[in-house]
Nanobody, 128 residues
Framework: QVQLVESGGGLVQAGGSLRLSCAAS????????MGWFRQAPGKEREFVAA????????YYADSVKGRFTISRENAKNTVYLQMNSLKREDTAVYYC?????????????????????WGQGTQVTVSS
């Protein structure tokens, strides 16, 4: 069993920055890929970013590429999402997810169905 707890959400003005954190417990964090997803009101959950278990490979949705950065600190069992140049359309509940299946050193899924455990989410609201 893996428990994931997100933090760092809040209200920020457009153009501002936030850093989300996701603390994991329960299993060997360093052995599985991690992802961030988001869901805006009235919309389906969508992929934001993912990072391989090795930390060497990262993947981003086109909508956030160049503005968001995913990283991980295995010693702290934590994955981060640094969000810069925030836009109103980034407003959503952000979820982190863990993929505990064996993957190659570069793999990190972008489909939510590939993830096994989810956090409870943290709200990010961007005002104009």
């Amino acid at each position: 069993q893996v428990q994931l707890v997100e933090s760092g959400g809040g209200l920020v003005q457009a153009g501002g920055s936030l850093r989300l954190s996701c603390a994991a417990s329960g299993r060997t964090f360093s052995s599985y890929a991690m992802g961030w997803f988001r869901q805006a009101p009235g919309k389906e959950r969508e992929f934001v970013a993912a990072i391989s278990w090795s930390g060497t490979n990262t993947y981003y949705a086109d909508s956030v590429k160049g503005r968001f950065t995913i990283s991980r600190e295995n010693a702290k069992n934590t994955v981060y999402l640094q969000m810069n140049s925030l836009k109103r359309e980034d407003t959503a509940v952000y979820y982190c997810a863990a993929d505990v299946r064996p993957r190659s050193v570069i793999a990190a899924p972008v489909a939510d169905r590939e993830y096994d455990y989810w956090g409870q989410g943290t709200q990010v609201t961007v005002s104009s």
